[in-house]
């Protein structure tokens, strides 16, 4: 595996009930993209896909410095919401592209994230226990993350349901706010140790979802020779 080589899975909500946050959504995840290009540590491979009635696939398996600007044609809201449908496909998929890198060549954490303003009612392929079950064996057999953002702290009960742990509400900060927390998270994994980031990242759940600032990091300044040094940084950047 590559150190400091991240893969993340966006798994985001196109329903009817999207469409007054369409702004936001697009917005937030190319500010995303944007501070990612800009850091210097690591390297990220990113999918994304919508769902409604419907998954789509959007962006598949792209590096960060290939990736274009999301637009207005690409995301669209309207529709109900095919929770499980999105995250069935989205682990599947991401699962066989790793499957066909060489192992020297994998990410060392791969992340599936969430966004979501409602709640499943739509969909058609999978189920609750479906999603849960393959939740559970990929964090235990292949150590992957999963992220479980909603608009209130309703949404804690619909991600342990389905055995997500790490899970919070962006609230008034709105999708901005969510993608501005990944970008903190995402930072972490491609600038210092798996497990030091997994820290990282529950604290910055926990800051969205605290209504804490979460501002985008870039650690182009940050000495790396240590986690210490990048953990006490990062810290630093977001109070």
Known sequence: MKDNFVWVTFVIDESGSMWSKKVDVIGGFNNFIDEQKKES??????SIYTFSDDVTLRVKNQNKDE???LTDEDYRPGGCTALYDALGKAITETG?????????????KVIVVVMTDGFENASQKFN????????????GKYSWSFIYIGESL???????????RMSGCYGSKGARGFTKMMSNATTAYRSCAVATADALACSYVKDLTNEGTSNVVNTS???????NDVISTLKRKIK
């Open 67 to 69: 990736i274009k600007h």
């Open 221 to 227: 300044d940050v000495n790396t020779s240590s986690d």
């Open 41 to 46: 540590n690591g390297d990220l491979n990113v």
């Open 96 to 108: 066989e592209e790793l499957s066909k890198m060489d192992e020297k060549d994998r990410p060392s």
């Open 128 to 139: 609750k226990s479906q999603i849960k079950e393959m939740i559970e064996h990929q964090e």
């Open 154 to 164: 309703d949404s804690k009960a619909d991600a342990d349901a389905i055995g997500i």
